[in-house]
């Protein structure tokens, strides 16, 4: 199976990366955390009026009838930019979520016109994180309810928090929202790939500026092992995010196990930023731990999706369940 990207997928990373760049993410990242959200509200806006908001929503909704494809194509752009909020709470899971329970087509319109939402599905997601300014949903049971913060608690992630949340109006019973989980946990796969190929881009640039003992620290064997290894994960990894893509776009044979796919993906995209941020860190030393320097975003940020929509170990545990 070919998992190379076409032209309008590349277009379309271009496009998202170029209105991310424009932004100046980081400072509008740092604001969000002290709590100014007006920086990426604008960005988030630009991006619906693209048509990125609303990529798993369908045309009569107001979306772009796209795919998962499409989809970890833009999310991963997002997590290169180190983009804070609830992306794939508000880009993946409740698109699926609120077409699988078949609620008003209401929900979906304000979701391709950019409304930020979140959710909390237990067990992969039992807290809704970001909250604030975002639309909260919880599924329990099987029903799908609009949702009250009961406690919020900060995470790792300075631009990001982590809430109790308790069933309100219910909207929807009866929902399976496994496939909402699993685009939960691709989203987050994507988001992580782009931190990952971010913290590798940072580091690459410092090895090749920082001098010792008269060269670039970069030209020195041990340098370029750890960030070789860096890249060869990135690049193992992203194929299996492609592919778990293409499985929820029905583009797999039908004995394919697509939730195992989606588990193979979140495990290695994990894994792979993980290694980003432990090498860019070895790299570039004490500079990596100041919070002052972009690094430290993009490696908070990475800590604090390892877990997301299902830890690593949890999916391990899924794809031995059912090999």
């Known amino acids: 199976m070919d998992f190379q990207l076409s032209d ?3 277009d379309l990373a271009s496009t998202v990366d170029a209105m991310l760049g424009k932004a100046d993410m980081p400072a509008a990242a740092r604001a969000w955390a002290a709590g100014d959200r007006t920086a990426v509200a604008k960005v988030y806006s630009q991006l619906a009026d693209a048509g990125i908001s609303g990529l798993l929503i369908d045309e009569s909704h107001g979306g ?8 970890v194509v833009a999310v991963e752009q997002l997590g290169r930019h180190c983009a804070p909020g609830p992306i794939a709470e508000s880009v993946a899971v409740l698109p699926v979520l609120f077409r699988d329970a078949d609620v008003s087509g209401r929900y979906l ?18 807290m809704a994180p970001d909250v604030a300014s975002a639309d909260v949903y919880v599924v329990v049971d099987g029903v799908l309810s609009t949702a009250s913060v009961e406690g919020t608690e900060a995470s790792v992630d300075p631009t990001r928090t982590l809430s109790r949340v308790a069933p309100d109006k219910q909207l929807a019973s009866g929902v399976d929202a496994s496939d909402a989980a699993d685009a939960g ?7 992580l790939l782009g931190l990952g190929q971010a913290m590798l881009t940072i580091a690459a640039q410092y090895a090749q500026s920082r001098k010792q003992f008269g060269k670039p620290i970069g030209s020195f064997q041990a340098v370029k092992h750890h ?7 990135i690049e193992m990894a992203r194929p299996l995010v492609h592919a778990a893509a293409l499985g929820i776009d029905g583009q797999v044979p039908e004995d394919t196990d697509v939730s195992r796919d989606v588990s ?3 495990v290695a995209a994990a ?3 993980h290694l980003s941020a432990r090498r860019s860190l070895q790299v570039m030393g004490a500079i990596g731990y100041t919070a002052e320097h972009d690094i430290s ?19 391990r545990q899924h794809i031995l369940e059912t090999l």
Request: with cysteine.
């Open 297 to 315: 975003l993009y490696i908070t940020k990475t800590r604090a999706l390892l877990s997301a929509w299902g830890a690593p170990a949890v999916h």
């Open 264 to 266: 193979a993906a979140k």
């Open 109 to 126: 319109s304000e979701l391709a016109e950019g409304r930020l939402a979140t959710c909390a599905i237990a067990p992969l997601q039992p």
């Open 271 to 273: 894994d792979a930023a």
């Open 227 to 233: 960030l070789a290894d860096v890249a060869i994960a």
């Open 64 to 71: 772009s009838s796209a795919g998962a494809v499409e989809m």
């Open 185 to 191: 946990a691709l989203a987050t796969a994507a988001q």
């Open 8 to 10: 309008i997928h590349t």
